[in-house]
């Protein structure tokens, strides 16, 4: 389900932020994933299920699937068993040895697994320290070594 570039398939971006992120971000938002169909190649996006920014990023990029049919979105899952619904998107994933990561853990080990594994990320981080921050800080880091291109989506810039 999840490829890589050089599987001859479209490239994959994850998206992630804060739970709490502001209903004013989704105009930002939708446009980062439409440049990331016609700009960058993305075909395939992921997002997860928790708090505003989750269900914002699946709603910006169900209504760039309208343009674009080639477009698919991926529900991460992070718990099993899960009982997800999983109707309004085109597929689910349960990162490889998830199961055995504690219930506290699971959703970052799930974020990280999609940072090793995607081509972009789109993110909403305003810099407090939690989850989101660290993720960032780790995506940034696997960006300086060419493995990630990662887009911040936060309103001011600061850093993050």
Not at 49 to 77: C, I, N, Q, W
Not at 134 to 159: H, P, W, Y
Request: glycine content about 6%.
């Amino acid at each position: 389900m999840l490829h890589s570039a050089s599987e001859g398939c479209g490239m994959t971006c994850f998206l992630i932020g804060h739970r709490d992120a502001p209903e004013d971000i989704y105009a930002k938002l939708r446009e980062a994933v439409a440049d990331h169909i016609t700009k960058h190649g993305v075909t395939d996006f992921v997002v997860g299920h928790y708090g505003r920014f989750d269900s914002m990023a699946a709603r910006a990029v169900r209504e760039e699937k309208a343009l674009h049919p080639e477009v698919t979105l991926t529900l991460l899952l992070t718990y099993y068993p899960y009982t997800y619904d999983t109707d309004k998107y085109d597929g689910s994933f349960y990162p490889p040895g998830m199961e055995a990561v504690p219930k506290p853990f699971a959703i970052v080990r799930a974020n990280q697994y999609m940072l090793r594994h995607s081509d972009y990320l789109i993110c909403y981080c305003r810099g407090y320290p939690g989850n989101t921050r660290s993720l960032v800080e780790t995506a940034l880091r696997l960006e300086r070594e060419g493995r990630i291109q990662v887009t911040n989506i936060k309103k001011n810039n600061a850093d993050i």
